[in-house]
């Protein structure tokens, strides 16, 4: 799945680190602790309505979360993934 590079960035790199301490640099989905390095716990922007979708880059429309979730969540809202997963994790439900 491509991802559209024209985005324009309406955030800035210390407000996404600020969520990321926020969230403990823990996925908003999974719970798990997340790296920097490549591999399916590497820590990306989440875009809780999807780009695609009308959402935008605001910082308050982002997530932390691991490269599996993110992967997994693709173009689904928030809404739409948290029906696909059947459940609300308890780490989502801390911060939501």
Known sequence: MKRERNLIVEHHFNEWTELLKKHDNICFYCGVRMTKTPGIKQRTR???????KGGSDKIENIVPACRSCNSKKGK????????????VKPIIKQYH
Do not use: A, N, Q, V
């Open 46 to 52: 989440d875009h809780m309505i999807p780009i695609s």
């Open 76 to 87: 689904l809202t928030f809404d739409e993934f948290l029906e696909k997963i059947g459940k």
